[in-house]
């Protein structure tokens, strides 16, 4: 089983719906982040967390928002989605020691 | 402004020879440097680090070299196999305790 799961792994909806796509993570974690992923422009950080009190904007926080349900949990909203949030989002957690991150397998979002 | 700059968008070479792949960073306050490489439909996985104490760091075929003057570093693959063909993020962080900023990454290509 992945240490980092996403879901849902792929979905396409349309302009203006609410979409959350979840995370949780076994590995006991207290930092969790998610990523944006488009062609060309690497990942982008869009909010991140430190531990469950803790929420934190990133790079590109427009348009999203965050919730940390639990030590485990981290999911993001986009409230009216919109066509060029079209892109592949990663959930990841870091260890607290060397900060390496470990991602999720990413899910791919496509906004018509 | 970008703070990590991958300037080769893509690298191409020949199994069995030697790749460098470079990475560029303005922020002096970086001193935890890390390189993730990611595979279609995969998440990105951690694959070699090096802190600013140090100027090269090897595992196995990869070997990471830190250049604080020049702010560079880059990452030598010897020899180059076709399974290390991947996109490869240069990402890097202060003290560990800020989120990893990536670069745009390099498209590597092994030719058997």
């Known amino acids: 089983d992945a240490d980092v799961t996403q879901t849902p792994r792929n979905r396409i909806t349309k302009t203006g719906k609410r979409i959350m796509l979840e995370c949780s993570q076994t590995k006991g974690h207290d930092r969790m982040y998610w990523y944006r992923q488009d062609p060309g422009l690497g990942l982008r950080l869009i909010y991140y967390?430190?531990?469950?009190?803790?929420?934190n904007k990133g790079e590109i926080s427009d348009g999203y928002s965050v919730s940390r349900q639990a030590q485990a949990k981290f999911s993001l909203s986009l409230e009216s989605a919109i066509p060029n949030q079209t892109a592949l989002y990663f959930c990841?957690?870091?260890?607290?020691?060397?900060?390496?991150?470990?991602f999720g397998e990413g899910s791919r979002l496509t906004v018509l | 402004d970008q703070q990590v700059k991958q300037n080769s968008p893509s690298l191409s070479v020949q199994e069995g020879r030697i790749s460098i792949l470079n990475c560029d960073y303005t922020?002096?306050?970086?001193?935890?440097f890390l390189w993730y490489k990611k595979y279609p439909a995969e998440g990105p996985t951690f694959l070699i680090s090096?802190?600013?104490?140090?100027d090269k760091n090897e595992d196995g075929r990869f070997t990471v070299f830190l250049n604080k003057s020049a702010k560079h570093l880059s990452l030598h693959i010897v020899p180059s196999q076709p399974g290390d063909s991947a996109v490869y993020f240069c990402?890097?962080?202060?003290?560990?305790?800020?989120?990893?900023?990536f670069g745009k990454g390099t498209r590597f290509s092994v030719i058997a």
């Open positions: 990402a890097a962080s202060h003290s560990g305790n800020t989120p990893l900023v």
């Open positions: 922020n002096s306050m970086f001193d935890y």
């Open positions: 090096i802190s600013s104490i140090k």
């Open positions: 967390s430190f531990d469950v009190k803790d929420i």
């Open positions: 990841a957690t870091t260890h607290p020691n060397t900060g390496e991150l470990f």
